[in-house]
């Protein structure tokens, strides 16, 4: 009998080319999302070395970074280097034959958000793209991570990455979310508990009861921010829920093919006994729901803590602590609650999903954005959009005062036309606080859609167990 | 990509942790199509104030770190996002090492990818290098990549951790691209055991 395996190790082990004696591993790559922003200089080296793409069947492209979000896009980017970003990459996949979600097209969006809803994200598969929160496809029980751009560059040409295996880590949530409480608090309460490098060298797998319990929409928001605790990637084993997500849609297996992925994705599970480096366990029931006080995602408190004092961390910490403080114009001891937003971001591909919008539709009902509060939403995909409207929560939140965008990053990074300005406040369903991420010295504070949503209503961080 | 043999240059001290790809390098400069040119802004907003004027306290606005080739900062370094952008700017900035007690994961595979050296070493080890760097010019730290050696100028030295793999691609200069490339027909055998079980993947 062999021993038990990780569902991270039996990944690994069907993807690996071949292994030299040092444990470095030549790694299959079955789907690549390449983006505007990470890929010109890899499609550059690859003229210049007059290489061919080895797989454009398993690769595609889809702008998202740069595009604005309203609909004057459509008559072409006015930023000229972000223009050019998109035209190269409209350009690249022409040339060596991928396909492209191009701005235009109803089924543009974020490239996490777009590749499970085309059904290109399967479970038992390797993903890749030049873009950190590839992590996000581990909710398909695919191990998906980031890459730099020589490393585009390389799976470009060969399909596959030199890869050494990380460790197995297993964070175990038990219990039952209180209301109010989402996939968000989660992912943020277990930066908060294992900080940004905790998870460095590790790949991750969630596990536990309240894992289980949540939708695919939310455990693609928890693996999407294993990167912010410093994992190379994170996975949640498929289940039913998996199976559904995935299957009619347009590149999901089918027919024969269908059966036959399913015997195989039944078998993607951690065995009995198999061994993992570290476990972490949190208790759901004990999960507040939380927001960031300073400028990295660890800097996690329940809404109902005050400001903390950075004498009261040890190290680096100290400094950094104080140097965020500053940043974000807080003061110890201040209460969370009482901090005063100007801008609410509800979008990003940590939720920008359907169920994140409807999750703000119900804290909204019957309910106005505050007057002076800046509160927009962009869906994560033009088909996420155009499903909200359908659904009839598009009009209900125009109607209740919020900015209705178009598809793409949008602010969650000042890439692209939505941005703070300096001195700005916003409660922010992306993933990074970092110094000036939404803007030049725009100041992020990370919250789930529900409490970004409560934040509208009231002008100021607020729980929104109050507003249930 | 540049060889990475031995280098002796002047270190500067960022005792900061956490220092994020945001810091390195801020996304509006993630819009260039090219590698180079990004040296300029490296650090941006911690060495520039809003109307581009140096910000003199910052360490690589010093007169003794302008030239630093070497740079020492606190844990977790390079974490956030994947843009090769971050090493880009550093390596064309002229630092070819950092030092830290620990990286981001795919900032440290990055560095390697561009002929930059990121060393880790335990805290209490990169507190004396700091202390060193701190100096100023005067402070030279060597690295020898063959021997996985730092020396400092009073003859303390620490032995460092390398990948032999990445070593020798370091040592020599070599495009992992083309190695890979050698090994199509591995690639090819992979890809057809795969098409004929698994043809949805
Ligand atoms: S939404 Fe934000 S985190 Fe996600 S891919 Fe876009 S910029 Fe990156």
């Not at chain 1, 198999?274 to 927001?291: G, N, Q, R, W």
């Not at chain 2, 907003?45 to 581009?52: F, K, L, S, V």
């Not at chain 2, 606190?74 to 971050?86: D, L, P, T, W």
């Not at chain 2, 990818?113 to 760097?133: C, F, R, S, T, W």
Request: aromatic residues 6%.
């Amino acid at each position: 009998m062999t021993a038990p395996k990780t569902l991270y190790d039996k990944i690994w082990d069907a993807h690996v080319v071949e292994e030299s004696d040092d444990g470095t591993c030549l790694l299959y790559i079955d789907r690549h999302l390449v983006h505007e922003v990470t890929s010109p200089q890899a499609f550059e080296g690859l003229r210049m070395a007059d290489r061919k793409v080895r797989a454009p069947e398993k690769t595609i492209a889809v702008p998202d970074h740069n595009v604005p979000t309203d609909p004057t896009r459509l008559s072409g980017i006015k930023d000229e280097q972000s223009r050019i970003q998109v035209e190269a990459l409209r350009q690249n996949a022409k040339d060596f034959g991928i396909e492209i979600y191009d701005v235009d097209d109803i089924r543009q969006g974020i490239v996490h958000i777009i590749g499970p809803e085309q059904g290109w994200t399967q479970p038992g598969m390797t993903i890749v793209c030049g873009d950190s929160h590839t992590a996000t496809h581990g909710a398909f029980g695919a191990l998906a991570h980031g890459i730099g751009t020589s490393e585009v560059e390389h799976v470009l040409a060969t399909q596959t990455l030199i890869q050494k295996k990380s460790k197995n880590m297993l964070v175990k949530v038990e219990g039952e979310l209180a209301p109010g409480v989402t996939a968000k608090d989660i992912t943020l309460s277990v930066i908060g508990k294992t900080g940004t490098a905790g998870g460095t060298g590790y790949v991750i797998e969630y596990a536990g009861s309240a894992i289980r319990s949540l939708s695919m929409e939310g455990r693609m928001t928890v693996c999407n921010m294993a990167i912010e605790g410093g994992a190379r990637a994170g996975l949640i084993a498929p289940d039913e829920k998996t199976f559904d997500y995935v299957k009619g849609r347009p590149h999901a297996p089918k027919g024969a093919q269908w059966e036959a992925a399913m015997a195989y994705w039944q078998t993607l599970k951690t065995d009995e006994g198999a061994h993992f480096d570290k476990v972490v366990e949190l208790d759901a029931s004990e999960i507040a729901p939380v927001v960031t006080w300073g400028t990295s995602p660890e800097d996690v408190l329940p809404i109902t803590a005050t400001v903390p004092n950075p004498e009261d961390f040890s190290g680096g910490k100290v400094e950094a602590a104080r140097r965020s403080l500053d940043y974000m114009g807080l003061t110890p001891g201040q209460k969370l609650s009482d901090v005063e937003i100007d801008t609410v971001f509800i979008g990003s591909c940590t939720n920008g999903r359907i169920e994140d919008l409807r999750e703000v539709a119900r804290v909204m009902e019957g309910r106005k954005v505050k007057d002076g509060v800046r509160a927009m939403i962009v869906p994560g995909s033009g088909l996420v959009r155009l499903q909200a409207e359908e659904e009839g929560i598009a009009q209900k939140l125009i109607d209740a005062g919020f900015d209705w965008r178009l598809a793409g990053c949008s602010m969650c990074l000042g890439m692209n036309p939505d941005q703070l300005a300096p001195g700005e406040r916003c409660a922010s369903t992306s993933n990074r606080n970092f110094e000036g991420r939404q803007g030049y010295k725009g100041r992020t504070h990370l919250v789930s859609p529900a409490m970004a949503a409560a934040a509208a209503v009231t002008g100021r961080l607020t729980d929104v167990r109050e507003l249930l | 990509m540049e060889k990475f043999e031995k280098l002796s240059g002047v270190a500067a001290p960022m005792p900061l942790v956490n220092i994020d790809t945001d810091m390195i390098i801020p996304k509006q400069f993630l819009k260039t199509i090219k590698r180079s040119g990004l040296g300029v802004n490296l650090f941006q907003e911690m060495r520039y104030d809003q109307d581009g004027n140096e910000i003199p306290d910052f360490v690589l606005n010093k007169p003794a770190y302008r030239n630093a080739e070497i740079l020492v900062a606190g844990e977790n370094f390079g974490c956030g996002s994947s843009r090769e952008h971050a090493p880009w700017a550093i390596q064309d900035f002229g630092i070819r090492c950092v030092i830290a007690p620990s990286f981001a994961d795919i900032f440290f595979n990055n560095c390697f990818k561009n002929g930059i050296l990121p060393i880790a070493l335990p805290q209490e080890q990169v507190d004396i290098l700091m202390k060193e760097a701190e100096k100023g010019e005067n402070a030279r730290i060597e690295v020898d990549l063959e021997n996985q050696k730092i020396t400092i100028p009073d003859g303390t030295a620490f032995s460092f951790d390398v990948d032999p793999f990445r070593k020798h691609c370091l040592l020599n200069g070599l495009d992992d691209i083309g190695l890979t490339m050698e090994k199509s027909n591995a690639i090819d055998a992979y890809e057809s055991k795969l098409g004929a079980q698994m043809p949805w993947m």
